[in-house]
């Protein structure tokens, strides 16, 4: 008879909208989620039991035209912002690049 080896249940929160989850699944993931308190944006859950932060931060310089990633008011978001114990992770939000053909 082979074993069945189950994948480690990992549980995950949201520190700024108490939204909760569970993986189940072998090696390193991470568990993402649409934040109604971070202005809608897809923002990284922490483990269960891990002390921290998530923040979205606005973009500072003129946009002018160039294709930004935008909350649901239309306000451009720069980064998003993890900070734990152990260390600070970011996301960030680079402008996307277009051409035109002649």
């Given at each position: 008879?082979i ?7 990992t549980?995950w929160?949201c520190?700024?909208?108490g939204?909760?989850?569970?993986t189940?699944?072998a090696?390193p993931?991470?568990r ?7 202005r809608m ?10 002390a ?6 606005d973009?500072?310089d003129?946009?002018n035209?160039e294709?930004?990633?935008?909350d649901p008011?239309?306000r451009?978001?720069m980064s ?6 152990e260390?600070?992770?970011?996301v960030?939000?680079?402008?996307t690049?277009?051409?035109q053909?002649?």
């Amino acid at each position: 008879m082979i074993p069945v080896i189950e994948p480690p249940v990992t549980d995950w929160y949201c520190p700024q909208c108490g939204a909760t989850d569970q993986t189940k699944i072998a090696g390193p993931h991470q568990r993402w989620h649409t934040c109604p308190k971070l202005r809608m944006m897809s923002t990284p859950m922490l483990h269960k039991g891990v002390a921290g932060k998530i923040e979205a931060r606005d973009r500072d310089d003129y946009v002018n035209g160039e294709l930004v990633r935008t909350d649901p008011a239309g306000r451009p978001i720069m980064s998003i912002v993890t900070t734990r114990d152990e260390g600070t992770d970011c996301v960030v939000f680079a402008p996307t690049a277009r051409a035109q053909g002649a």
